[in-house]
């Protein structure tokens, strides 16, 4: 378990473009080593920042798209077609504008039981990753509560620590979602935090405490053999 690093750049932009460069160096490095590139992405303002960066000739150009895997770490209970759906943002900002093969881009299901949406997508990530089911890179962000992926405040899913992948009511949504567990998440080699803005303070003040306890869900990412990366701005930290 490595420490977190914690990398403050002026805003939200700038952490993005960071993002970027790091997400292609992680992607080369990745394919150099094992020919492919698996990673999860995540909704969020901040992750949808960095895709549309991803799209631009200066990062795409950089990027073997067709050795490039994606999943997605939580995605909304909604139609792909539906506004909310993380997949549908994501191909907006980024896979429309990429050469990336369709059955390289692994889509969680959204139709029918979320139970059976949950097991049929964890049966799709053991599928691609095999038995040791690690993401080479997952992306997060972290809601204004402390909520990553969709491991939401006071939500069954946060004691899981069999299951990959499951469906979680949210109630403060009123809505399901289909979440990665923190087993998955805290199998990645590295996880990368996107975090900016200042509504995030109150929650960093205390995680980046000395000594903090345990309060948010967002704490229990911490990668077995993996490395925890926050790209965080100036407001994220400041409050201001
Ligand atoms: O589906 C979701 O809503 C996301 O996966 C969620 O976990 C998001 O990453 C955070 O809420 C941060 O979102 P912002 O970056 O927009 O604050």
Redesign the pocket.
């Known amino acids: 378990m490595s420490t977190p690093v914690k990398l403050i750049w002026k805003d939200k932009e700038a952490l993005s473009l960071a993002a970027a460069y790091y997400f292609v160096d992680a992607c080369a490095k990745s394919i150099a080593t094992n020919d492919r590139f698996t990673v999860a992405f995540?909704?969020?303002?901040?992750?949808?920042r960095l895709f549309e960066l991803l799209a631009l000739p200066e990062f795409s150009s950089n990027i073997d798209w067709k050795k490039v895997f994606i999943f997605?770490?939580?995605?909304?209970f909604v139609p792909h077609t539906n506004d909310e759906s993380?997949y549908k943002t994501s191909k907006i900002a980024l896979l429309d504008h990429v050469k990336i093969p369709k059955k390289n881009i692994f889509v969680t299901p959204t139709k029918g039981e979320p139970a059976a949406c949950a097991a049929e997508y964890e049966a799709s990530v053991k599928a691609v990753l095999g038995k040791s089911a690690s993401f080479d890179l997952t992306l997060?962000?972290?809601?204004?509560d402390g909520?990553?992926?969709?491991?939401f405040p006071g939500t069954t899913i946060l004691s899981e620590q069999k299951r990959l992948v499951k469906e979680v009511w949210v109630e403060s949504k009123q809505t399901w979602?289909i979440?990665f567990t923190y087993p998955l998440i805290n199998k990645s080699k590295q996880v990368m935090l996107?975090?900016?803005?200042a509504?995030?303070y109150p929650v960093l003040k205390k995680i980046f405490a000395k000594n903090a306890k345990y309060l948010f869900p967002v704490q229990g990412v911490n990668p077995a053999k993996g490395q925890t990366i926050w790209m965080l701005d100036e407001a994220a930290v400041t409050g201001q």
Request: aromatic share 4%; proline share 3%; glycine share 16%.
């Open positions: 995540s909704g969020g303002s901040t992750p949808k997605w770490s939580d995605e909304r993380n997060l962000g972290m809601g204004d909520h990553t992926a969709s491991l979602r979440s996107l975090v900016g803005d509504n995030k």
